[in-house]
T-cell receptor, first 117, second 115 residues
Framework: GAVVSQHPSRVICKSGTSVKIECRSL??????MFWYRQFPKQSLMLMAT?????????EQGVEKDKFLINHASLTLSTLTVTSAHPEDSSFYIC?????????????FGPGTRLTVL | QQQVKQSPQSLIVQKGGISIINCAYE??????FPWYQQFPGKGPALLIA?????SEKKEGRFTISFNKSAKQFSLHIMDSQPGDSATYFC??????????????FGTGTRLAVRP
C-alpha cells in the first residue's frame, strides 16, 4: 500500500524559532499534498493544499506567512512553522494524494507532534 | 454547506457487539465518502470508502451503508474487538473538482470496545 512518512515525529522548540516538518510519499508520486493540524480530541483541520511546483492554497484563517509550504517534488512537501509560539503547539499531519488511482485516495502520514515552549 | 456531522461523539461496545457510527452531509456535490481510523498519536488510516453509486460496501468486519436521498452514511463494525478501540472519522469530498480532493472531516467518534 501507499506509504507516507513524516519527519520529525516529535519536536520541541523555543518560542520564536522556526520548525520545518517534512512529508514524503515513499512508494508513489503525490500530485497533491495536504497539511492538517489536529488539537487533542478534535478533528483534523485542513490548513493548506499544495501541488508540486506551484504555490500552496491556504484555507481561510491560516496565515500563509507563518506556515510556509513548499512542494518541491512529487514525493516531498515541507511545512515550516515560522516564529513559533505556544499556541502553535499541535499535531501536524500531512496526506498525499495521487491521480493514478481511480479513487484518488488520500494517504496520511504518522503525524508530527510540535511543542513550543 | 461543507459540514459533515458525525455521531455519536463516543461509543462503548462490548466485545463481539456491533459498533455503529453515523454521518450526515449537506453538500450534494460530494461523491466520495471514506472512513478513517486513528489511534492515539498516529495519523489516520483509511479503513473503507464508498461512492454514491452503491448503497453498501463490505470489507471484512467493516461495512458502509449509504443513503443518497437522506444524505447519510454509516460505518458498521461487526464482531467488535478491543483492538478496534480508536477514533473513527468519516469524511467526504468532491473528486470531480479541480481543487484536489479536499476532504471534509466529521468530528470523530471515540470507540471503546470492552473485553
Amino acid at each position: 500500500g501507499a506509504v507516507v512518512s513524516q519527519h520529525p515525529s516529535r519536536v520541541i522548540c523555543k518560542s520564536g524559532t522556526s520548525v520545518k516538518i517534512e512529508c514524503r510519499s515513499l512508494d508513489f508520486q503525490a500530485t497533491t499534498m495536504f497539511w492538517y493540524r489536529q488539537f487533542p480530541k478534535q478533528s483534523l483541520m485542513l490548513m493548506a493544499t499544495s501541488n508540486e511546483g506551484s504555490k500552496a492554497t491556504y484555507e481561510q484563517g491560516v496565515e500563509k506567512d507563518k506556515f510556509l509550504i513548499n512542494h518541491a517534488s512529487l514525493t516531498l512537501s515541507t511545512l515550516t512553522v515560522t516564529s513559533a509560539h505556544p499556541e502553535d503547539s499541535s499535531f501536524y499531519i500531512c496526506s498525499a494524494g495521487t491521480s493514478e488511482s481511480s479513487t484518488d485516495t488520500q494517504y496520511f502520514g504518522p503525524g508530527t507532534r510540535l511543542t513550543v515552549l | 454547506q461543507q459540514q459533515v456531522k458525525q455521531s455519536p461523539q463516543s461509543l462503548i461496545v462490548q466485545k463481539g457487539g456491533i459498533s455503529i457510527i453515523n454521518c450526515a452531509y449537506e453538500n450534494t456535490a460530494f461523491d466520495y465518502f471514506p472512513w478513517y481510523q486513528q489511534f492515539p498519536g498516529k495519523g489516520p488510516a483509511l479503513l473503507i470508502a464508498i461512492r454514491p453509486d452503491v448503497s453498501e460496501k463490505k470489507e471484512g468486519r467493516f461495512t458502509i451503508s449509504f443513503n443518497k436521498s437522506a444524505k447519510q452514511f454509516s460505518l458498521h463494525i461487526m464482531d467488535s474487538q478491543p483492538g478496534d478501540s480508536a477514533t473513527y472519522f468519516c469524511a467526504a469530498s468532491n473528486q470531480e473538482k479541480s481543487s484536489g480532493d479536499k476532504l471534509t472531516f466529521g468530528t470523530g467518534t471515540r470507540l471503546a470496545v470492552r473485553p
